[in-house]
């Protein structure tokens, strides 16, 4: 299957991305979005991300307007089906997920790939809400998009071999790795990472440690390069709520049970870095612990 143009819906964190790195690696990138400020914001992140790279030499600068030239915007989702791999990367709620596949599907060409960047929710199941199960993956870039190598790609049940090696390809043509995993709760990464992560907040909850002291000691204890409550932050926690929720209802073992803290902390509205206080308060020159 030859993929030349991608479409990528949602413009926010992940999105902005995975336009950057198809971008760059020469495929034409169609962004949609229901908000165009969220468009703008995505494509100026891209500029300055770009220009960043072109500062350190990664790149050159005629690299960059290149990949800049092949990002294009749309609020219509009629224009997205047109493309070759359609990459859903909204928000981590399946109900928003199959709201998006349901309003895409109709728009769709019949060799379109459409695929999930979920971080934790079944493959099968969000397949099963489209007319293309055998041409749909889950797709899952880490954050940051275009400095991490790893891409996790999640079968469905009915995921074809076709699509599979289609993906893997795509993967290499980007430089990065991918990693097969099978499609269960949260896959690898975050089956792993994110129970470290509400273990962490169970320390802070319990008053083993406090925030400094707990990120201190994963990061010059296990020699972690972020402590868990800056990682959370950094992730959101919204997104690590999230990923407990669908461990703990997906496994059904108390071993996942989203720590209160955290929980309390999402009610809050303090998600991390992109609301500016999450473990930490961003609203200063230098982050502050908030416990």
């Known amino acids: 299957m030859a993929i030349d143009s991608v479409g990528i819906v949602g413009a926010?964190?992940?999105?902005?991305?995975?336009?950057?790195?198809?971008?760059?690696?020469?495929?034409?990138?169609?962004?949609?979005?229901?908000?165009?400020e969220a468009m703008a914001?995505?494509?100026?992140?891209?500029?300055?991300?770009?220009?960043?790279?072109?500062?350190?030499?990664?790149?050159?600068?005629?690299d960059k307007a290149a990949a800049m030239a092949r990002i294009r915007?749309?609020?219509?989702?009629?224009?997205?089906?047109?493309?070759?791999?359609?990459?859903?990367?909204?928000?981590?709620?399946?109900?928003?997920?199959?709201?998006?596949?349901?309003?895409?599907?109709?728009?769709?060409?019949?060799?379109?790939?459409?695929?999930?960047?979920?971080?934790?929710?079944?493959?099968?199941?969000?397949?099963?809400?489209?007319?293309?199960?055998?041409?749909?993956?889950?797709?899952?870039?880490?954050?940051?998009?275009p400095v991490m190598q790893l891409v996790e790609l999640i079968r469905g049940i009915a995921t074809d071999e076709p699509t599979y090696r289609t993906l893997c390809h795509v993967v290499e043509s980007l430089g990065k790795i991918p990693a097969s995993a099978e499609d269960f709760p949260a896959f690898i990464v975050n089956r792993i990472l994110v129970p470290m992560i509400n273990e962490a907040v169970y320390v802070l909850y319990e008053g083993v440690g406090n925030v400094r002291s707990i990120d201190?000691?994963?990061?010059?204890?296990?020699?972690?390069?972020?402590?868990?409550?800056?990682?959370?932050?950094?992730?959101?926690?919204?997104?690590?709520?999230?990923?407990?929720?669908?461990?703990?209802?997906?496994?059904?073992?108390?071993k996942y049970r989203p720590c209160p803290l955290l929980v309390k902390y999402v009610e809050a509205g303090w998600l991390g870095r992109k609301t500016g206080r999450g473990f930490y308060d961003y609203r200063g020159e230098e982050p502050v612990p908030t416990r």
């Open 73 to 145: 915007t749309t609020t219509a989702v009629e224009e997205i089906g047109q493309t070759d791999l359609v990459i859903e990367a909204a928000t981590e709620r399946e109900d928003v997920k199959n709201r998006i596949f349901e309003s895409i599907v109709p728009h769709l060409k019949p060799e379109t790939i459409l695929t999930s960047n979920t971080s934790s929710i079944s493959i099968t199941r969000l397949a099963s809400r489209t007319d293309r199960p055998e041409r749909f993956m889950g797709f899952h870039f880490m954050n940051p998009v």
């Open 41 to 62: 914001k995505a494509v100026a992140t891209v500029d300055r991300n770009l220009e960043r790279q072109v500062g350190r030499g990664k790149i050159s600068a005629e």
């Open 12 to 36: 926010g964190q992940m999105g902005n991305g995975i336009a950057h790195v198809f971008a760059l690696a020469g495929y034409d990138v169609l962004l949609n979005d229901i908000s165009p």
């Open 216 to 254: 201190q000691s994963l990061k010059l204890g296990a020699n972690h390069p972020m402590g868990p409550l800056e990682l959370a932050d950094f992730i959101g926690l919204d997104t690590c709520l999230a990923i407990m929720n669908v461990l703990h209802d997906g496994l059904a073992d108390t």
